[in-house]
């Protein structure tokens, strides 16, 4: 098993993936995953910045969704 690492902008502007990085250590260095190959999950879409933030279910409900898709991604690899 490798170690993992995952950078998130936790903005969720509306219709747009969350912008999201994974990479594996390889020796001494961090290498990236490449994340927008055929067959991979992809991650979820925001919401709207300005409105939905203020709405606590619908920020759980988006936490919930990236949740499940880095369960995916560590599922995947």
């Known amino acids: 098993m490798e170690d993992a ?3 998130i ?3 969720f502007a509306k ?3 969350l912008p999201v990085c994974i990479c594996v250590k390889r020796g001494r260095r961090l290498t ?3 994340l927008r190959d055929k067959g991979l999950p992809e991650p979820p879409y925001g919401l ?3 409105v939905a933030v203020l709405e606590p279910k619908r920020v759980a409900a988006y936490a919930r ?3 499940d898709y880095l369960n ?3 599922e995947h690899f």
């Open 5 to 7: 690492f995952v950078g």
């Open 15 to 17: 219709r747009k993936r």
């Open 65 to 67: 969704d990236v949740r």
């Open 48 to 50: 709207g910045n300005k």
């Open 72 to 74: 995916a991604m560590a």
């Open 32 to 34: 990236p995953i490449a």
């Open 9 to 11: 902008d936790v903005a």
